[in-house]
């Protein structure tokens, strides 16, 4: 999706603004730009295409200590140099680059034109700089003219705006897309991603929705877009190493983030497992025992890998803590008009902490007074910030477009969650001792996964030229072959569709034959001859076989096999999920795609 960097203090500006951008690179775009004031006037350069051929375009000599950049991922308009941010006014005084969707645009656009305004782009965009200027008269602040100018606009936003004659001022807002403060030693930064920030400075400041800030180069002021009421905003310190937004020496992010696991959920338990009396240590749930166990349900909410992993964490739920639990796109969820129960625990889930299909969903939650918890990667988020407690998951920065860490991860919390929830219910001392020998083992295990590299490297080479793939698999391995699917699709654009293995027969079971592969998950637990039968009818086909599971096959059942250690049955789903994320690695790059820029794809979805 789109991002902004800004930057004021004593340094020139674009050389700051670009390296931010370089560091928003990986959440998608088309187009990038670069405004600088100087002088009571604006440069700007902007363009179609990457940051790299934006910086040949800006010359060495780009004076200007305050200054706004974005990469633009289209919603209103082709990609192209003019529909590129930032947008000026006709006067070339104002500038300003935008995250979001405005939805009245078209309605601005006609009565200002109407007006006699001339407009450069096809921007929803461009209608907020000439609004912005038509309120900028002799005398006005940039922040009053910005505000007013907000007013006007139905729709989401994160935004920076720079004004030529008040050149000691930045003005961002946040609704709906987020906006960060980075405070530096007499400079001053804001970006949509505290990554454009973390080379400079670890304190950072989160908007709000509903707020603005002006930022000068000494600090900042913070108000409500409602009332101008100012606002008292603690700073909080990111963690996140600077490393982690290399690929240190890995061919791509997504490689790299695929063995960070063992580390990544090392983290995730770090501090959790309690072995003295066999459950988890979740003091961020902000629950106690009672309340922990009046809750007669749970209902998961998240996009995507996110969903998946929240359909492994429900299963989870119901079988260790024996309480019904589901999981829902909160996409779909957030426009059913649902109804909130007092007694059901919601859980929202996201890497980002951004997604704002997620967040309008715990946003409806908790407006009909509903009890939700995140499970959230990124500390600060909009969606931490907006659940009643949680857990952060400690995977580190996720870069890559596709989830893998982050998805695993979320799986190890759900794990705990679920093992805390049995054993204030009916979970054994033996059985959550069992649990918390099987979570510690994770890391190892995964280890091993990752040492088969080069084997699955070869497996999906050979798959990766069939047209389309099937994933099937039983309860608990249903969720790993929709999570498999997706990696596929998302970064091979081989067509891959999950089903459950039971369903096979009710209707898909039509498509297969020798020219579609599917890979199945098989571990060795108490459904293993059911899907060995479901092999044999694929076989009986002759569908091609790929099976991920603990035990070789029969090779009649299974012409390749990939096997993993095994765990305990409840969190098998962790590891199987592993080797589908290496085989779609190297599918997508048996097929020369560009693995860390899929195509059509942001990393996080901050718009509806
Ligand atoms: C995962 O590979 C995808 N890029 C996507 O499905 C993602 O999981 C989804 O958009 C949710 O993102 P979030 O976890 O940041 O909320």
């Known amino acids: 999706m789109c991002g902004i960097v800004a930057y004021i203090g004593s340094r020139d500006a674009a050389p700051i603004l670009l390296e931010g951008l370089q560091r928003l690179e990986y959440r998608g775009y088309d187009s990038a730009g670069v405004a600088v004031a100087t002088k009571g006037t604006l440069k700007v350069r902007k363009s179609k295409g990457r940051v790299g051929e934006l ?17 633009r991922w289209a919603t209103h308009g082709e990609p192209s140099d003019a529909n590129s941010h930032p947008h000026l006014d006709g006067a070339e005084r104002i500038a300003v680059v935008h995250n979001g969707i405005i939805e009245n645009a078209d ?20 209608v907020l700089v000439h609004l912005i200027a038509s309120l900028s008269q002799e005398g006005v602040e940039l922040e009053d003219a910005v505000r007013a100018a907000l007013k006007r606009i139905v729709g989401t936003y994160g935004i920076a705006v720079l004004d030529a004659q008040q050149p000691d001022k930045i003005v961002v807002a946040r609704n709906g897309s987020p906006i960060v403060l980075g405070i530096g030693e007499k400079e001053m930064f804001a970006a949509s991603d505290v990554s454009a920030l973390v080379r400079y400075t670890r304190q950072v400041v989160h908007l709000d929705d509903g707020e603005l800030a002006t930022v000068r180069a000494d600090g900042f002021n913070t108000f409500t877009q409602e009332d101008a009421r100012a606002t008292a905003k603690q700073p909080s310190t990111v963690d996140w190493e600077e490393a982690s937004y290399d690929t240190a020496g890995h061919a791509h992010f ?130 931490a910030r907006e659940c009643d407690g949680g857990m952060y998951l400690h995977a580190g920065p996720e870069i890559s477009v596709a989830s893998t860490k982050a998805f695993t991860s979320t799986a190890v919390a759900f794990a705990l969650i679920a093992l805390h929830l049995g054993r204030v219910h009916d979970l054994s001392p033996a059985d959550g001792t069992r649990i918390c020998a099987g979570l510690k083992a994770l890391p190892g295990q995964i280890r091993e996964i990752v040492a088969q590299e080069k084997e699955i490297a070869e497996l999906a080479a050979k798959y990766a030229s069939h047209d389309g793939m099937m994933f099937i698999g039983r309860v608990r391995g249903f969720p790993v072959a929709r999570e498999g699917a997706q990696k596929l699709k998302e970064v091979s654009y081989v067509h891959a569709e999950a089903y459950p293995a039971s369903e096979l027969k009710h209707g898909p079971l039509a498509l297969i034959g020798p020219e579609l592969p599917t890979v199945a998950i098989v571990p060795d637990d108490e459904l293993l001859e059911k899907n060995l039968t479901t092999l044999g009818e694929i076989r009986a086909r002759r569908g091609p076989v790929l099976m991920v599971g603990h035990t070789r096959p029969d090779a009649k059942l299974a012409e390749d096999a990939i096997l993993v250690p095994r765990n305990e049955p409840e969190l098998d789903p962790i590891l199987l999920g592993i080797p589908l994320q290496l085989f779609a690695y190297y599918a997508a790059v048996a097929l020369e795609r560009d693995v860390d820029k899929p195509r059509n794809l942001a990393k996080s979805v901050t718009v509806e």
């Open 107 to 126: 309605e601005l656009r006609a009565k200002l034109e109407a007006e006699g305004v001339v407009f450069q782009s096809e921007t929803d965009t461009e």
């Open 254 to 383: 997504l490689l790299k983030e695929i063995h960070e696991q063992p580390a990544s959920v090392e983290r995730t338990l770090s501090g959790r497992v309690d072995e003295r009396f066999s459950t988890a240590h979740l003091g961020g749930l902000n629950m106690d025992a009672r309340e922990a166990r009046a809750f007669r349900r749970v209902k998961i909410l998240g996009c995507g890998s996110a969903y998946y992993s929240g359909e492994l964490g429900a299963q989870l739920i119901e079988e260790l803590a024996r309480i019904p639990a589901h999981a829902e796109p909160a996409s779909e969820f957030r426009y059913r008009n649902p109804v909130i129960e007092a007694d059901t625990l919601y859980i929202a889930v996201s890497q980002s902490g951004e997604t704002y299909d997620t967040l309008a969903a715990v946003q409806e939650i908790k407006r009909k007074g509903g009890r939700v918890l995140g499970v959230v990667n990124t500390v600060g988020s909009a969606i």
């Open 55 to 71: 910086a040949a375009l800006v010359p060495a000599r780009f004076a200007g200590k305050t200054g706004i950049g974005h990469t």
